[in-house]
């Protein structure tokens, strides 16, 4: 299936009351027919919690349309594109499908993966699920983000076109799979703790469950 850009999605920061709860958040994204794609982020989007959103490694969120059946069903309602917060609802781009390093062409940008998008309690909070970032977690649905490589016009309905793999071909899902510690590959681990193309703070983490993997290693 080719890939493509179904809906661009952006907010800038708002007061929602999630759960009786208010919270200043960049989730409550609506639809837009195009957008400037700068290298922090698309003109009108921003982040309520900037110390764990946004930033060069996060500037856009992308999330499978695919996985929106699935949800649909899980929280018992229809879903507009957006509902995961995601600046693109991309048809086709799966976590099975894309890795860590990938290049696309989105308009008249290029981006790269960067890292798997990790769920947050805000997301639960507006899809009134409290267990949703469990539940992404589980399934692995978690959409990725990407960095920006060259700033442009990007509009609804055109094509999300690879046109650089990595070499590395370490997937999204893979990354997911350790993350969620339902891999213990140390291999693995220790190619993510000195991937480039893997966001800094995530190639931290893993220089840092290395170092207490080879500790435990040496007790055994």
Request: hydrophobic share 35%; charged share 25%; proline share 5%.
């Amino acid at each position: 299936m080719p890939m493509k850009v179904v809906s661009l999605n952006v907010a800038l920061p708002s007061t929602q009351c999630y759960d009786g709860r208010k919270v200043l958040t960049g989730g409550a994204k609506r639809p837009v027919p195009r957008a400037m794609l700068r290298y922090e982020n698309f003109e009108g989007d921003g982040q309520g919690d900037q110390e764990n959103h946004g930033g060069p490694d996060k500037a856009v969120c992308v999330y499978p349309l695919d996985h929106y059946p699935h949800w649909e069903k899980e929280l018992g309602g229809r879903l507009l594109p957006g509902a995961m917060s995601e600046n693109l609802t991309v048809s086709g781009a799966l976590e099975t499908g894309v890795c860590i390093g990938d290049v696309f062409k989105v308009g008249e940008a290029t981006v790269k993966i960067s890292q798997p998008r990790m769920p947050c309690h805000k997301l639960a909070g507006k899809n009134g699920e409290r267990l949703l970032a469990k539940w992404v977690s589980r399934t692995g649905y978690t959409g990725f983000y990407t960095r920006v490589l060259s700033e442009g016009m990007v509009s609804a309905g055109e094509a999300f076109e690879l046109v650089e793999r990595h070499l590395d071909r370490i997937s999204v899902a893979d990354v997911n799979e350790v993350i969620y510690e339902r891999s213990r590959d140390f291999a693995l681990i220790e190619r993510l703790a000195g991937l480039p193309e893997l966001a800094a703070d995530w190639r931290a983490m893993f220089a840092g469950r290395l170092e207490r993997v080879r500790r435990q290693r040496q007790w055994v």
